[in-house]
């Protein structure tokens, strides 16, 4: 046989077979139908703002608060802004912050619904705080998205600052039920960018369901947040309030410092008990 007719026929029986598979494949792909639950999800987390604003427009009765991941899909744009703020991306950070903004508007969005009822977006948002490089322009653009989504919330009938997720909060665990303890935990500039617009958290500075939980002070304690602890001592923050979640002994803020391994904490707050360190509130 020829052997150009030999090469011929070696083509025709391998090759067209794979290009047959690869059609079949990219078909399957076309042919997939995704729910706008699931676009949503998929737009959110690129911050496709203009496919965002076009699928909320046409369809109008899905449900927009969360689909079939833990994540919501206001979650998965600060990801996405976290990301592209810590890259200097300023044209995708002002994607994602239109993003959520775009879908937080929407007459569907619900605050107190989420996947695994651990945490709300803004309790996301500022827990992610401390995953923001530390540069002022960066951490500028982070409170600016957080300023936003309080802005809105702020026009929601229901919206409540002090909304705790209640039976869900495992403080021991990292799981603030609150905002403020959020920020208490985690938190530097949101800390103060929830006081100075909300000054009821510093009347009610101490506030918990019971004491057995955690008050804001013990959370930057347990999670040796010095910067929240000296504000909220210079607030008035109560660091002798009783706590029943475990053994303490002595002092019970103390005690929960000391138990976690915070020596630089447990130094703070013995010192500040002595009267040997000055410690200031917002700027």
Same mark, same amino acid.
């Given at each position: 046989?020829?052997?150009?007719?030999?090469?011929?026929?070696?083509?025709?029986?391998?090759?067209?077979?794979?290009? #047959?598979?690869?059609?079949?494949?990219?078909?399957?792909?076309?042919?997939?139908?995704?729910?706008?639950?699931?676009?949503?999800?998929? &737009?959110?987390?690129?911050?496709?703002?203009?496919?965002?604003?076009?699928?909320?427009?046409?369809?109008?009765? &899905?449900?927009?608060?969360?689909?079939?991941?833990?994540?919501?899909?206001?979650?998965?744009?600060?990801?996405? &802004?976290?990301?592209?703020?810590?890259?200097?991306?300023?044209?995708?950070?002002?994607? #994602?912050?239109?993003?959520?903004?775009?879908?937080?508007?929407?007459?569907?969005?619900?605050?107190?619904?989420? @996947?695994?009822?651990?945490?709300?977006?803004?309790?996301?948002?500022?827990?992610?705080?401390?995953?923001?490089?530390?540069?002022?322009?960066?951490?500028?653009?982070?409170?600016?998205?957080?300023?936003?989504?309080? +802005?809105?919330?702020?026009?929601?009938?229901?919206?409540?600052?002090?909304?705790?997720?209640?039976?869900?909060?495992?403080?021991?665990?990292?799981? @603030?039920?609150?905002?403020?303890?959020?920020?208490?935990?985690?938190?530097?500039?949101?800390?103060?960018?929830? +006081?100075?617009?909300? @000054?009821?958290?510093?009347?009610?500075?101490?506030?918990?369901?019971?004491?057995?939980?955690?008050? @804001?002070?013990?959370?930057?304690?347990?999670?040796?947040?010095?910067? +929240?602890?000296?504000?909220?001592?210079?607030?008035?923050?109560?660091?002798?309030?009783?706590?029943?979640?475990?053994?303490?002994?002595?002092?019970?803020?103390?005690?929960?410092?000391?138990?976690?391994?915070?020596?630089?904490? +447990?130094?703070?707050?013995?010192?500040?008990?002595?009267?040997?360190?000055?410690?200031?509130?917002?700027?």
């Amino acid at each position: 046989m020829n052997p150009k007719t030999i090469i011929l026929l070696l083509w025709i029986t391998n090759v067209i077979p794979i290009c #047959c598979q690869v059609g079949s494949t990219n078909l399957d792909w076309d042919n997939l139908e995704y729910t706008s639950t699931k676009k949503l999800e998929i &737009f959110a987390k690129g911050c496709n703002l203009y496919q965002i604003e076009r699928l909320l427009k046409n369809d109008t009765i &899905f449900e927009i608060n969360y689909g079939q991941i833990t994540l919501t899909p206001i979650q998965l744009a600060i990801d996405a &802004f976290i990301k592209a703020n810590n890259n200097n991306e300023l044209w995708k950070c002002d994607q #994602c912050i239109n993003s959520v903004a775009y879908i937080m508007k929407d007459k569907r969005y619900n605050y107190k619904l989420q @996947p695994l009822r651990t945490q709300t977006d803004l309790i996301y948002a500022i827990k992610r705080e401390k995953d923001v490089v530390k540069n002022n322009e960066i951490i500028q653009r982070f409170e600016f998205l957080l300023y936003t989504m309080l +802005t809105i919330l702020d026009t929601k009938v229901d919206f409540d600052i002090n909304y705790s997720i209640g039976t869900y909060v495992d403080p021991l665990n990292g799981n @603030p039920g609150t905002a403020f303890e959020a920020s208490s935990a985690f938190g530097t500039a949101s800390f103060c960018l929830l +006081t100075k617009k909300y @000054p009821i958290l510093l009347e009610e500075i101490d506030k918990r369901s019971g004491d057995n939980k955690f008050t @804001p002070l013990m959370f930057a304690a347990r999670f040796n947040n010095l910067y +929240t602890a000296e504000r909220l001592l210079f607030y008035g923050a109560d660091y002798l309030k009783k706590f029943t979640g475990y053994q303490v002994n002595g002092i019970p803020i103390i005690g929960i410092s000391r138990r976690a391994g915070q020596t630089t904490m +447990t130094k703070l707050l013995t010192d500040y008990k002595d009267g040997k360190v000055h410690v200031t509130g917002c700027k």
